[in-house]
């Protein structure tokens, strides 16, 4: 029975390791993103053949690939973990180093396999978003550096990430998913200060430089309005100038829960449900319906 529960609580230990509530993300926004592009670009195979051969492998490629980013992420940051969630599993003793090293590399490799069946551009975008994600944990560790490590963040999981879901079915350099990803971007840009919200002083014990433990947190939270609201606020004028079809002009209403977010960053809070804080849950919630509201407005006009 002993040993039972410790293979239970080491598995449990593998499973925290990835951080399966962000995975969702990845899934959520490539899905919908693939979803949107194939219907854009006409596409008349089998929905049901295409979901199962192609979106689910892609997505799950995508999903891999952030299992192993923080898997990495946490194995440079064990110091970090020790002051400010010692209850994670290499700081508490669940995981070795040693172990979490061969998750990552396995899951970095399991997605660059998935990655080559679904096609060249695919691969070739899921290897820059590694490039970004291993620079931004590994020298020169951009994860250190103010401002560059919040672009690090937004970049691959923004741009990249829905250039790369869009290229599966469609050209990933069309003003359409282009302004999407910036659009996403810009608001990741201002939305990673809430993952910060909790780790401000480990951060700065440790030399990691964020906006929250170099202006404080209210500060911060006044820094990250502009990109978590003007990104929506936007969208008339794309649609006006005929980037964006005017059937997206609802994605304009997202600003508001982006204002919220900012709002909640005052509050350094853990969530009741969550790892991270309650501005954290909100800005994760409001990217993934916009992702699917660009999805399911796509396909509708």
Known sequence: MRRNAELKQHLKGYIDLIR??????????????????FFHNGRTEDVLLVLIKIIIPASFSLALLNGASNTLNQLTDVETDKLSKPYRPIPKGTVSVSEAKIISVTLYLMSFTIAILVGFIFT????LITLF????????????????NQIWVAMPRGLLGILASWSVFGNPLEPLPLSIGLIAMFFLVGGSS?????????????????LVNTFGAKK???????????????????????VLNEGLLLLTFLAI????????????????????????????MTYFVFAFGFSFLTIIS
Not at 220 to 242: D, E, H, K, R, T
Request: aromatic fraction near 16%; proline fraction near 8%.
């Open 20 to 37: 399966p509530f962000t995975l969702l993300a990845p899934v959520i926004v490539s899905t919908c993103i693939m979803v949107a592009s």
């Open 124 to 127: 070739f975008l899921i290897l």
């Open 133 to 148: 994600t291993v620079t931004y944990s590994l020298p020169p560790r951009l994860k250190n550096y103010l401002f560059l």
């Open 194 to 210: 809430t993952k910060d919200m909790l780790d401000s002083e480990a951060d700065k014990k440790t030399g990691v430089r964020t």
């Open 220 to 242: 911060a939270a006044f820094m990250s309005l502009p990109f978590m609201f003007f990104p929506f606020v936007m969208i008339p004028l794309l649609i006006n100038s005929g």
């Open 257 to 284: 829960p982006g204002f919220f977010v900012f709002r909640l960053m005052f509050e350094e809070k853990r969530s009741r449900f969550f790892e991270n804080t309650p501005s954290w849950a909100l800005m994760y």
